[in-house]
């Protein structure tokens, strides 16, 4: 069983920057790819960003691209979400997943994760 924890949501204000963290302590960790979903109150589940684990490649949802930028390190066995410009209608519950098992053909899709972590709450303030 992999678990992913995430790390780094909170309180920011409208404008500013924010920056998440999904690690695991996995050993033997490895996957298709890692990626970013959000959840608002009374909303689904939405496609944020992913990056493919073991090639070069990235996925950016549209309504967060140019804001928002998703990298990885594997020796950390992490990636990260980096959150500018932030806006009230960002904030939701961040969570972090992971795709073990292929062949992961649609990557804005929530299927294709197989782990997922706790998720981190982000607050957006005017």
């Known amino acids: 069983q992999v678990q992913l924890i995430e790390s780094g949501g909170g309180l920011v204000q409208a404008g500013g920057p924010l920056r998440l963290s999904c690690s695991t302590s996995?050993?033997?960790?490895?996957?298709?790819?890692m990626a970013w979903f959000c959840q608002a109150p009374g909303k689904e589940r939405e496609f944020v960003a992913a990056?493919?684990?073991?090639?070069?490649?990235?996925n950016t949802g549209v309504s967060v691209k140019g804001r928002f930028t998703n990298s990885k390190d594997q020796a950390k066995k992490s990636i990260y979400l980096q959150m500018n410009d932030l806006n009230t209608e960002d904030s939701a519950v961040y969570y972090c997943?992971?795709?073990?098992?292929?062949?992961?053909?649609?990557?804005?899709?929530?299927?294709?994760?197989?782990?997922w972590g706790q998720g981190t709450q982000v607050t957006v303030s005017i």
């Open positions: 997943a992971a795709a073990t098992r292929g062949p992961w053909k649609s990557p804005l899709a929530a299927f294709e994760y197989n782990y």
């Open positions: 996995e050993p033997t960790f490895s996957a298709y790819a």
């Open positions: 990056v493919r684990w073991n090639r070069v490649g990235s």
